[in-house]
C-alpha cells in the first residue's frame, strides 16, 4: 500500500497540542488534516476524501458518540479509531455499534497511532481479498440458476444478493469485481423480464394463489394489524425509491428504530399514475378506472393527472378495510417549505390513528439529473446516485420528521410505489400521435414494438390495465431500455440515455422495499 495516498482526519479539541503526534504519522508517508471540533470535522468527511478518521471521544459541544453518528451518516464505510480516557463498556457498545474498528485510551503516544492505522489498513487488504472470495463464491451460485423457472421468493433473494453487493462495492472501489457484476444483474433482468412475462398475469387475475404480496394489498398486509389493535400509524410513501437506495436510509435510521425491512412486487406499468393510485385505493388499474370513471380519466400527455385523487382513493380503502370511524391525515410534500411546514406540524399528528404521507423528492431528484448537466457529473451512475440520495435524506425534514416520530414512539410504515432504472439502451417504438408520453411505457391504439426489448400487452385485462378501446394496448420495456420514436430519434436517444425512467420491467422497478419501523426506547 501506498502510505502517501493516505489520508487521516484527527478530530481532538487539544489537536494544537497533538503536533508531535502529527508530525510522526506525516513521517511516516501519512497526509493528517486536524481539527478542534465535531462540527468542522463533519464538513470536511462532507466535501473531502478521507481513509481513516481518528476521534476524541471527549470534547465539548458535539461529542465524540454525537459527531461519530453524523459521520456514519456521510460514510458508513470510513474507518474510524476512537480515542477515549474511559474504557467504560457503555461507551464501547455505542461505538462499536457504530462501527468503529479499535480503541486506544488515552494517553496515547504516536508509535500506538500508527500501529493501530497500520493494523487497520492491513485489515482492510484481507478484508477485500474475502470479498472477492465470497463474491466468485455467490456469482458461481447465482449464474449456475435457472432464474426463470425460480420462486418468486427466491427472486427477491436474489435482488437482495445484487443490492447488498452493490453497496459493499461502493465501500470497496476498485477491487476488479465490477464490471463481473453489472454484467450478471444485466443478466438478470433480462431473465426477470421473461419471468414476469410469463407469470404476472396469473398473480394478478388470480388464477395462481402461491404469489408475491402486491400492490394493492400493501396497506391492508401491513397497516391493518396495527389499526385493528388500536395503534397509531404513519404509512410513508418515498416516491421512485429503490431497494439500493434504501439500504442507504435505513442505515442512518437504524440508531432510532428497530427495522424490518420487506419487500412486494409493484403492479404494472411501473409508473406513479398505477403503482400509488394503487397503494392508496387497494385497487388495480382496471378497478379503479371501473369504480371511479370520473377520477381515473387517462390523459395520455399528463403523467400525474391521475394522481389527484389519492386522498379519496385512501379513505374509500379505510372504509372497505372497516376502518371508517377512524380519523386519517394525508399529504404530499413536493417542495422544501411544505416539507418543513410538515415537520412543524408533525407533533400535532399524535392522536390521528393513521397519517399517510408522500415525499416526491427522490423522483424529482433522478428527473433533475436528467436536465441537469451539473447532476449529471456529481451523479454519473446508480452509486453516485445512491450516495447524492443519501446527502438528501441526510439533510431533510424526512429526516428530522422521522427522529421526532421515534422520540414519540410512533411505528412508522415506510415503502415506495416503484423504483427507476437507469436507461442504457433505446427501443424504437411506433404509434399515433394520441400515444402516451411515458419513455418506459406507452399506452395507445396499435403500438408496435421490438418484442425482444419490451412486453406488448394485447389485451390489457390479461394485466389488469384498462382498456377503452378494442385496439389499446400497453407496452412496457424490458431491463434498461427506454422508448424513441423513429422521428427525431438520435435527439430523443441522447436526451434520454444514461436517465433514470420508470415504467418497465426490471428488478429495480418492481421489488420494493417495504419497513416496519418500531422505535427504540
Known sequence: MN??????????????????????????????????????????????VFDVLLLDEMMPGKNGIETLIEVRGIKQDLPIIMITKSEE??????????????????????????????????GRKVQESQLTQDYISNYTEVSNENMEKAHWRRWFEVNRFLVDWDIRFDRFEGTGLEQTHHDLHRD?????????????????????????????????????????????????IIDCMRFDQWRVVEEMLKPYFQIKTEEYLGILPSATPYARNALFSGLFPDEMAEQYPDFWLEDPHEETSLNRYE???????????????????????????????????????QNIPVVSLVFNFIDILAHGRS???????????EAAFRSLMGSWFRHSALFDILKT????????????????????????VYGNRDTSSGIRYKYGDNLGCDVKQAIKVVNPADYRLP????????ILARENHYFVYPTNFHEYEQRYFNSFQHGGLSMEELIIPCAILDPKP
Not at 416520530?405 to 424504437?428: E, F, Y
Open 467 to 474: 382498456a377503452s378501446s378494442r385496439t389499446k394496448n400497453y
Open 89 to 122: 463498556e457503555d461507551l464501547m457498545n455505542k461505538a462499536l455499534g457504530h462501527s468503529v474498528q479499535d480503541f486506544l485510551v488515552k494517553p496515547v503516544n504516536p508509535v500506538q497511532i500508527f500501529s493501530a492505522i497500520k493494523r487497520l489498513f492491513e
Open 311 to 349: 386522498k379519496h382513493f385512501f379513505t374509500e380503502q379505510m372504509g372497505r378495510l372497516g376502518f371508517a370511524n377512524l380519523t386519517s391525515k394525508y399529504a404530499k410534500v413536493s417542495h422544501i417549505n411544505e416539507a418543513n411546514e410538515l415537520f412543524r406540524q408533525i407533533g400535532s399528528f
Open 188 to 236: 438478470l433482468n433480462l431473465a426477470f423480464g421473461r419471468y414476469i412475462e410469463a407469470n404476472y398475469p396469473d398473480w394478478v387475475c388470480g388464477t395462481d394463489v402461491d404469489r408475491p404480496l402486491l400492490s394493492p394489498e400493501v396497506f391492508k398486509h401491513y397497516a391493518s394489524p396495527y389499526l385493528e389493535s388500536g395503534r397509531q400509524i404513519f404509512f410513508i
Open 405 to 428: 416520530l421515534s422520540r414519540q414512539g410512533s411505528t412508522v410504515i415506510i415503502t415506495s410505489d416503484h423504483g427507476s432504472v437507469l436507461c442504457r439502451k433505446s427501443s424504437l
Open 3 to 48: 502510505l502517501h495516498r493516505q489520508r487521516v482526519l484527527w478530530i481532538d479539541d487539544q489537536i494544537d497540542r497533538l503536533k508531535p503526534h502529527i508530525l510522526f504519522l506525516e513521517e511516516k508517508g501519512y497526509s493528517v488534516t486536524g481539527v478542534s471540533n465535531g462540527d468542522d470535522g463533519i464538513s470536511l468527511v462532507e466535501s473531502e
Open 371 to 381: 436536465q441537469s448537466e451539473i447532476l449529471q457529473e456529481i451523479a454519473p451512475d
